[in-house]
């Protein structure tokens, strides 16, 4: 009985576990896998996604919660060309995924990296919700049922096989009812950071932009710890440290 049911197992499930597995262990612990036709529906003609011709094509999003942290500084630490980059996180994701969908998938794959901005970048946020992953919440921020805002959104992984049905299940937004004290701090900011808003505006108002995502009351076990922060909203070279 249960060599049945091994047998019948979907070729998406095994390659997303597969993939899944070796994400987490290179600290991108937050994978969802979608049917490419549930966010395509909906997208604008430009940003809907490639499907290989298979309009249920796999798609797997990528994220991390604060476990990324630890795991990139120790691989910061190993790896020189790291060291050298203006952008050593978003490297270290681009570079972690190649490997890992070649040699988990075995099947052509494409990513998408939420870190590209050009020729446009890509409505991550929006894709995170159509797929029921996480709510977009007025603050502009991805907000998962269990981490809250404290999460990052890396990459869309597309594979050509077919996905999984479409599920029934829909994400209830956590801020559905929520008082959204997010915004005063979002307002707050906003008044306080000179426009247009850049890396660097932010950078010196860190504090007043970091004070929105400690105003949301879900997931705050998963905040992030000071030295992550620090690197995603100044970002100090880490070996300015
Ligand atoms: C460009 C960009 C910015 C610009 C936004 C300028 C603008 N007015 O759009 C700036 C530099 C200001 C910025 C700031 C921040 N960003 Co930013 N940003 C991006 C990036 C690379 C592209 C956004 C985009 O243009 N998407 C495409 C458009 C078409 O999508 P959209 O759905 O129409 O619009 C979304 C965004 O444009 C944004 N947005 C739209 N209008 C406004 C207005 C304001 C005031 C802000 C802050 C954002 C914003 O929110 C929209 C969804 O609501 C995304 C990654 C991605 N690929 O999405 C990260 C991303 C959205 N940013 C992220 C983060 C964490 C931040 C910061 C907190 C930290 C930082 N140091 O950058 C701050 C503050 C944001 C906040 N709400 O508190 C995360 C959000 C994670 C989450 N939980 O949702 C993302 C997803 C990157 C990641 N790797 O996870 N960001
Ligand atoms: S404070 Fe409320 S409205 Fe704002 S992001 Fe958190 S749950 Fe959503």
Redesign the pocket.
Known sequence: MRYARALTRPEWQELAERFSGACAEAGLDLTSPFNVRKYNLQAFGN?RLFDFGRPDALGILV?NTKRLWPVFKRAFEAEPALRTDANPLDSYVAARLRQLGSATLGRPFQLVF????AP???????L?EAIDF?A??P??????PVHG??????AVVLVDVEGPPPSLAQLVSPCRGCSAPCMPA?RR??ELTPT????D???EH?AD?IA??DACPVGRASRYEDEQLTY??T?TPLLAR
């Open positions: 940003e994220g939420a870190h590209a901005t446009k970048p890509f409505p991550i946020q929006r995170a996480a977009l919440s603050s502009h921020l991805a907000v998962h805002p404290w999460l990052a959104l890396r979002l900011a906003l247009p808003l850049s890396e505006s932010i950078a860190a932009w929105i995502r995603h909203y970002k």
